[in-house]
């Protein structure tokens, strides 16, 4: 028969086991949640600009041609959202708003609140960061497309590229739009609290 | 009028399950991630799964149960997205034929002793895992079922097979002295 003593019983093993960690603090993982929050919308500003400008390098650059007026249009369009995005979220692109020193230390619950508020504008303003991307991401389509394929043939075979970029871009609302939701729940249950 | 602060009560029902669970709540941490990085952020997870939670803590169980379901309920989300990266995960009948030919080594000091049973644990899937765990944590049957959600016949079932695989795995065989 298996003999069992104490020091070599596993739950004995598994209870002794070192503690490898200090202690969790409440201060800590609200504080190292709230960072996530925020390190999270900024790098998703930063990439929806950022792919949307380099739509548009590629499209100034590589693409032989004048463009047209329509396209003129929509390239103007661009570089104009891409403006207004960077000054409607300057602060939390340059991090303007970050809260002082002692805050981020300790940010307490109302802190961890505002983050979560900002985070679900973010996510359900998605269309106004995400904006010049998806119409950069058009133009690029509808000029490679047109490029390869003149005239007649041009609304036909830059249809596929295009449903799939609707569909992906509804995909992204979608996901974002249920993400806000569950914000929305944290908030509700923080709100009970405050 | 509230007599009570909610957000101190809450705070105070945490305080009180960190203290008297929190090593409980690093181990099974340990049980369910083995990479260190990500270890420190399934805690943090558990913690501020488990501090919201409390909001809604309504005495109907014990703190105990409501910890350990929060922690488990948890960290069994977090294997299923990390799931893309790892193993296939198996079950406690089918991890048994995995210990064949691998019989308890009379010499095994406690670090390799605890590596084996992480690594034991951390190849179970989710409910499998929650019950080893329970158990390592010597929590009767019936408290094992309240957070599992299964019948404490099942339980029994499970403990019975749990404890064959670690004596097999980690306690001395007198047979073979």
């Known amino acids: ?194 | 009028m509230s007599s009570r602060d909610p957000v101190a009560e809450q705070n105070e029902l945490y305080a009180r399950a960190v203290r008297e669970f929190g090593r409980a709540l690093d181990r099974l941490s340990a049980g369910y991630e083995g990479d260190v990085e990500k270890r420190r952020d399934l805690r943090q997870e558990i913690h501020l799964r488990l501090w919201r939670s409390l909001t809604a803590f309504d005495g109907r169980c014990s703190l105990r149960t409501w910890t350990f379901r929060v922690a488990h309920n948890t960290a069994a989300t977090w294997v299923d997205q990390e799931r893309r990266s790892r193993s296939k995960l198996v079950t406690l009948e089918e991890v048994e034929p995995w210990l064949v030919g691998s019989a308890a080594e009379p010499d095994l000091d406690r670090p390799r002793a605890l590596a084996q049973l992480t690594s034991l644990i951390q190849r179970l899937k989710p409910l499998d895992r929650q019950i080893m765990l329970c158990y390592l944590e010597e929590l009767d049957n019936a408290t094992i079922a309240d957070i599992t959600g299964l019948t404490p016949a099942h339980v029994a079932v499970k403990i019975h097979r749990i404890k064959a695989i670690l004596s097999r795995r980690f306690i001395k065989d007198s047979s073979h002295a």
Do not use: C
């Not at chain 1, 003129?72 to 960077?86: D, E, K, N, T």
């Not at chain 1, 340059?94 to 609140?113: F, H, S």
């Not at chain 1, 904006?131 to 991401?137: E, I, T, V, W």
């Not at chain 1, 690029?140 to 007649?152: E, L, M, R, T």
């Open chain 1, 1 to 194: 028969m298996p003999e069992q003593s104490s020091e070599n019983d596993p739950r004995r093993i598994w209870k002794d086991q070192p503690q490898e960690e200090p202690d969790v603090k409440l201060n800590h993982f609200v504080g190292h949640r709230t960072q996530q929050l925020y390190a999270s919308t900024r790098s998703e500003i930063v990439v929806s600009i950022g792919a949307a400008l380099f739509f548009l390098a590629v499209l100034a650059w590589r693409i032989d041609g004048t463009p047209d007026r329509l396209q003129q249009l929509g390239y103007g369009l661009v570089v104009v959202w891409i403006a207004a995005s960077i000054y409607w979220f300057r602060d939390r692109i340059w991090r303007r708003d970050q809260p002082p020193a002692e805050a981020v230390a300790a940010p307490g619950l109302e802190y961890y609140r505002k983050e979560l508020q900002r985070r679900r504008a973010h996510l359900l303003n998605a269309w106004l960061w995400h904006g010049p991307l998806f119409l950069a991401s058009l133009l690029f389509v509808a000029s490679v497309a047109g490029h390869s394929f003149p005239n007649a043939e041009r609304l036909r075979s830059v249809l596929p590229l295009g449903l799939l970029l609707a569909l992906w871009t509804a995909m992204g609302f979608w996901r974002r739009y249920r993400q806000a939701q569950e914000i929305q729940r944290e908030l509700d249950q923080l709100g009970t609290l405050l």
